[in-house]
């Protein structure tokens, strides 16, 4: 699958690199996504989710740390793909963090993938059954 440019943002203890593969816009998240940066970040996470039937994925596999705030933005992410009529999900989830997001029941709603390549296929599915 082509990718296409990538545009970074760095915010305070987290960068990312946002690239489009397909109709899939995909944050590579590196570092601690808390409250010194999720403002920001959700921001333009939440932009790329409001696009009509948008397509988000979130490549966790740099993920250092995730707040609680950090979580509840996922959950957020979600919610406004899912009501432009698109798909969000998560993937290459660090297992410290994939063992929170079990203990609090997000993992049964995002149903994280393996890899980046299994989340697409998994939002591709999502679009066949929409």
Avoid: W
């Avoid at 996504?33 to 039937?53: G, K, M, R, W, Y």
């Amino acid at each position: 699958m082509a990718e296409s440019a990538t545009q970074e943002h760095v915010f305070e203890h987290l960068r990312t690199r946002s690239l489009r593969e397909g109709n899939v816009v995909v944050y590579v998240l590196e570092g601690s996504l808390d409250a010194s940066n999720l403002p920001q970040f959700e921001n333009t996470v939440i932009e790329s989710c409001n696009a009509q039937q948008a397509k988000v994925l979130l490549d966790c596999s740099g993920l250092t740390h995730l707040s609680s705030s950090g979580i509840g933005s996922f959950y957020r992410f979600f919610n406004a793909c899912r009501s432009s009529g698109g798909a969000f999900s998560i993937c290459a989830v660090p297992d410290r963090i994939q063992a929170v997001l079990d203990l609090v029941g997000l993992t049964r709603v995002l149903k994280p993938a393996e890899n980046r390549a299994a989340a697409i296929e998994l939002l591709a599915s999502a679009e066949a059954s929409a």
